[in-house]
């Protein structure tokens, strides 16, 4: 009961840390703020999986170092899970856009993961982690596409974590964006990783729908639904979120 315990909370960890991306996509874009840029991001999941509910949320501050390089600070937070509420493991990281061409678009993002988190309520690894995403994004018309690439090293405190869940985990997901008009934008997401537990090597998968509405150049409002697509992944999850641009 406690592995199950501590499995739901730390999935429900990976859930608000995803929320780097556009919520409500788990699937990053290439986009930086430019020289002087800042973004706040607030967002909130609700979910569940195999009966047990669940709610998390994040803060990510970002501000535009230069033209092609932004570095960003994410906060999350678990306000309802089986195993525990609090604070997780806060974030630090850079993204880095090397190329911009033609609509293709090409970053780089670095992350380190703090050991702030209480990795007794499976609330963080209790030792410093980091993360590494490739990300491509290509513009067409109204249509955008996006693919990220990743790898995550996990150090874990507590000894049953370092028996039970593995040190590097890959990922990898795409999206699409459809720009109705310049205020609303169509969002779909998929993905697949590998499992976190190192006793099981069935990688959870999910699909995602959305819709992101900009009322003006500075305030985007969003809303999605996330499902898995095995039983690996939570079963099913609802969000909303604000972004803010100055």
Known sequence: MTKKILGLTGLLLVISQSAFAAHPLVTDDAGVQGAGGIQLEMNTDWSRQNGDAGHVGAFTFTYGVTDQLDVFLNLPQTFQATGGTGSGDISLGAKWRYYDEDG????????????????????????????????????????????????????????????????????????????????????????????????????????????????????????????????????????VGVTLHF
């Open 104 to 239: 293709l678009s090409l970053a780089l993002k670095p992350e380190l993961l703090t050991p702030s988190g209480d990795a007794d309520k499976g609330l963080g690894n209790g030792r410093s982690s980091a993360g590494l995403t490739g990300i491509a994004s290509y513009e067409i018309g109204a249509w955008t596409l996006h693919g990220n690439l990743g790898l995550n090293y996990n150090r874990f405190q507590l000894d049953s974590d370092q028996q039970s869940r593995r040190k590097t985990v890959w990922r990898a997901s795409a999206a699409v964006w459809y720009g109705l008009d310049e205020q609303w934008r169509l969002v779909a997401d998929t993905g697949v990783a590998q499992n976190q537990d190192a006793a099981s090597r069935k990688m959870p998968a999910y699909g995602l729908v959305g819709v992101i509405w900009s009322p003006s150049k500075t305030v985007d409002v969003d809303a999605g639904a996330k499902f898995g697509l095995n039983k690996a992944e939570v079963t099913r999850q609802f969000g």
